[in-house]
């Protein structure tokens, strides 16, 4: 009755945010509004300035919003005079029916009528919000066509992961798998990618030949020199939480480029509905593919010709690094460049920051990593729709829905969030908050993530190799170094103390650098201090 009778206004209201729908048409303006609102979002865009401390990330644009917005005082007036009214009849009905009874059982009644006028107003409040000013939720794409990506170093394209699971001890690829497979090309991958200027700096075509002949030499005798750097994220964050350090980092190894993508699931990369794509092994695969076929073209065009190759017979070398979460893939992405003789990059540094690795800081899964068949039976598929269709009306729509109403429902979630990862909350800065924050306004992130939870739970990973055997197989290899970095205050994945020393004693080749005071995200709670850190031990 309520949401009926402020049917008007909702209408009315909802109008400014239909500017937002254009998210579902990536940014196919047909009409002449839509065209307008193109042109105004470009106009935003020539306006856009970084934030004085973070000079490679942007704002939020204004016209989109992380979280809910406050309904009209109008709306909200009429919401409380409506549930009131609806009480307040109640009320008198009741006055003449139970008069002749003991106060207390009006009390009783009196209160009862007020907790109803308060889940009345809340649920029309609920539902009106929803209505008229939920959270932005936009497509990658349609950041990109409109220059509205979050960082400066931000780049929108298409690649394949290339496929690992040989390297980590899997099956050769079945029918399905390659129908499976197929599912997952073409995906729309968000990155960072930084190009460090003393390789750009120079004026004309001869001087970046003879340096790069000189550079050419000097790797010969320098085979620890790295050209690449390549970063992974760890859950709930994005390529974003690399954006503080991943200048500074490139240019502290000399590198020539630095990289790092937002995984399946998180940021704005898309999200398919294959849950392999979700794995270790397939971040690992996107993260080779671009790699290998963008920088390190790039970086072929650049020698001119030449065509030397480093002692172990790759033609770079790269630093990978992986963070919590994202250390299972920075390994398999090392171990794969080492076993693979068409992945053209030499893994000479693998970093792993607070790892969440399986039997080494955290307890071994107990699921099993095989992978069932699919049965052809109809009796079986018909089972199998009704408990999809199922899923997703009781457990995928109030799952989002609740998700989205917790991250989008105050603005402090974010910092509330990072405040317990980190090792001193005081230096939790705005833009630490705003790059955490910037992914929501993905279009189907909360899917994304309940994508990745089920894809965990259902062990979809062919790899034969646990985490521990992964790390032990990498820190073996011979042209490679290993370091774990992690703070003494991580209350996340708790390295200090047992762990630190089981690693050491399981893993001695591993060097291990401890950060006093520091929490999970060292590498974001003091960069410097980080970046001192990998110097000495590098």
């Not at 008069?99 to 009528?113: E, Y």
């Not at 170093?153 to 992961?161: D, G, H, N, V």
């Not at 076929?293 to 480093?310: M, Q």
Request: glycine residues 6%.
């Amino acid at each position: 009755t309520i949401i009926s009778s402020l049917q008007s206004s909702a209408s009315s209201a909802a109008t400014s945010y239909n500017n937002d729908e254009n998210n579902n048409n990536d940014s196919k303006f047909s009409s002449r509004g839509g065209h307008q609102s193109h042109q105004s979002t470009k106009i935003q865009q020539k306006q856009r300035v970084v934030r004085p401390d973070e000079p490679n990330l942007y704002d939020i644009p204004s016209n989109l919003h992380a979280t809910y917005q406050p309904l009209p005082f109008l709306v909200r007036m009429l919401i409380s005079l409506s549930s009131a009214a609806m009480s307040w009849k109640q009320f008198i009905t009741l006055t003449f029916t139970v008069h002749h009874r003991l106060v207390s059982a009006t009390i009783k009644n009196v209160m009862v009528i007020l907790v109803r006028y308060l889940l009345v107003s809340s649920v029309a409040k609920l539902c009106l919000q929803e209505l008229m000013s939920p959270p932005s939720r936009v497509t990658t794409k349609y950041l990109a066509d409109n220059d509205l990506l979050p960082s400066r170093l931000s780049r929108y394209q298409f690649a394949t992961p290339m496929d690992v699971n040989d390297v980590m001890g899997g099956d050769a690829s079945s029918e399905e798998d390659d129908v499976e497979k197929r599912a997952m090309k073409s995906i729309g991958v968000h990155s960072l990618q930084y190009t460090n200027p003393s390789y750009v700096s120079e004026v004309n075509a001869e001087q970046q030949h003879q340096r790069r002949k000189l550079q050419n030499k000097e790797q010969q005798h320098n085979s620890n020199s790295i050209d690449a750097v390549y970063l992974h994220h760890g859950f709930g964050a994005s390529s974003l939480s690399w954006l503080p350090v991943l200048p500074s980092l490139t240019k502290q190894l000399g590198a020539r480029v630095g990289v790092a993508h937002d995984s399946v699931g998180f940021g704005f990369t898309d999200r398919p509905q294959s849950l392999e794509a979700y794995s270790a092994e397939a971040n690992a695969g996107i993260g080779l593919e671009l790699l290998d076929d963008d920088v390190d073209a790039k970086a072929n065009v650049e020698r001119s010709g030449e065509n030397e190759k480093s002692e172990t017979g790759k033609e770079r070398n790269i630093a990978i690094f992986g963070h919590s979460m994202g250390a299972k893939a920075a390994l398999i992405m090392a171990l794969a460049c080492s076993k693979r003789e068409d992945v053209r990059l030499n893994p000479r540094l693998v970093v792993l920051v607070a790892p969440a690795l399986e039997g080494v800081s955290l307890p071994l899964s107990r699921g099993s990593s095989t992978k069932k068949k699919a049965s052809n039976n109809k009796i079986s598929q018909l089972l199998r729709s009704i408990w999809v269709t199922w899923r997703k009306i009781c457990l995928d729509y109030p799952f989002r829905y609740g998700l989205r109403r917790l991250v989008g429902g105050s603005p402090n979630f974010w910092r509330k969030g990072l405040a317990s990862a980190w090792g001193d909350p005081k230096r939790l800065s705005d833009s630490d908050v705003l790059r955490f924050q910037w992914p929501s306004i993905g279009m189907g992130w909360e899917q994304g993530l309940l994508n990745l939870v089920r894809s965990k739970l259902s062990s979809s990973s062919k790899s034969v190799l646990n985490d521990g055997e992964l790390l032990h197989q990498v820190s073996s290899l011979p042209n490679t170094k290993v370091v774990i970095i992690y703070g003494s205050r991580d209350r996340i994945v708790k390295f200090e103390g047992s762990v630190a020393e089981k690693v050491k004693k399981e893993f001695p080749t591993v060097h291990i650098v401890r950060m006093e005071g520091l929490g999970h995200d060292p590498y974001e709670e003091d960069v410097d201090g980080f970046l001192r850190e990998l110097k000495a031990v590098v």
